[in-house]
């Protein structure tokens, strides 16, 4: 099963921390001072470099290293 955006369930924001979710029970974190999603809300358990293509990442940034994650 290949994954898109569509699979990703956002839980919102608190304090720069985003959360998704995917259906199957993946818990997805990233803060907007990190260079990697991680599997808790520390980043200390990264799993994906999120790509920057130019300046700061962006929510959109960390959605697609989540889907790169998922589809490894």
């Given at each position: 099963?290949?994954?898109?955006?569509?699979?990703?369930?956002y839980q919102g924001e608190k304090s720069?921390?985003?959360n998704?979710?995917?259906a199957n029970g993946n818990s997805f974190y990233w803060?907007?001072?990190w260079l990697n999603i991680a599997e808790d809300?520390?980043?200390?358990?990264?799993?994906?470099?999120v790509d920057i293509p130019k300046g700061k990442a962006t929510k959109a940034d960390a959605e697609k290293a989540i889907l790169k994650h998922l589809n490894k």
């Amino acid at each position: 099963m290949r994954f898109n955006n569509s699979d990703l369930i956002y839980q919102g924001e608190k304090s720069g921390l985003h959360n998704w979710h995917t259906a199957n029970g993946n818990s997805f974190y990233w803060h907007t001072d990190w260079l990697n999603i991680a599997e808790d809300m520390t980043g200390h358990k990264a799993l994906e470099k999120v790509d920057i293509p130019k300046g700061k990442a962006t929510k959109a940034d960390a959605e697609k290293a989540i889907l790169k994650h998922l589809n490894k």
